[in-house]
């Protein structure tokens, strides 16, 4: 695999599942020269940036159910990070809600291209009709409060949300806690020393 640091996280996947990344990565360079998939500044960081950053929240999505029969919704997906990454990693059944056309064809060719069954809303998530998730995700996209409300027709008592962010991960959960009841555990990001994983459950309006 053609990676300069892929690091412990993406270490002990198969060699078919490290083609298909790479695979991945190669159209992400590709389709960058005409599409703003992610920030120029991060693609010479590529692997640890997106990937990596991705893959971590695979071992945290335990015990929401059985990859084969695990539903993963993931809200804004853009290039398809975290959610056509966890797809790749064999997360389960994996959504992946994009509004925007381009980047929404970006996902399907390379769900196409690396052989992995997903499914590509190319809406914006209120214009989705929720259906019954075990996992939602989101990188980089709104407040912490706006994700519940968003998440929340997805939830069931037993469904997590896992939410990477960034240093001001503390505000938002002062700020959401006054609409929302939720527990919550933070995780370290190992990516990103100022970068906090939030991995919710029991959500509930306050």
């Known amino acids: 695999m053609s990676v300069s640091a892929p690091d412990a996280v993406l270490a002990a996947v198969s060699r078919e599942t490290r083609e298909r990344l790479d695979l991945y990565a190669d159209l992400l360079r590709k389709w960058q020269r005409s599409i703003n998939l992610v920030g120029p500044r991060t693609i010479g960081d590529l ?3 997106h990937f990596t950053d991705s893959a971590q929240l695979l071992p945290l999505i335990t015990p929401a159910a059985t990859p084969a029969t695990r539903v993963l919704v993931d809200f804004g997906s853009g290039a398809g990070f975290p959610g056509l990454v966890l797809a790749i990693l064999g997360a389960g059944e ?6 925007d056309q381009r980047k929404a064809t970006f996902l399907r060719e390379v769900a196409r291209a690396t052989g992995t069954p997903v499914t590509v ?11 019954p998730a075990d996992v939602v995700s989101a ?3 709104a407040p912490l409060g706006d994700l519940l409300a968003f998440a929340a027709p997805f939830l069931r008592a037993d469904s997590i ?10 505000d938002e959960l002062s ?12 995780i370290q990001s190992v990516t990103d ?14």
């Open 175 to 186: 700020a959401a806690s006054k609409t929302w009841n939720m527990t919550v555990d933070r």
């Open 47 to 49: 692997w640890n940036r």
């Open 94 to 99: 994996v959504h992946l809600i994009e509004s």
């Open 139 to 141: 990188r980089a996209l």
């Open 161 to 170: 949300c896992l939410f990477p962010k960034g240093q001001m991960a503390e």
């Open 193 to 206: 020393s100022s970068a906090t994983i939030l991995r919710i459950s029991q959500v509930s309006r306050a």
């Open 121 to 131: 809303h190319a809406k914006r998530i209120e214009q989705v009709t929720p259906f």
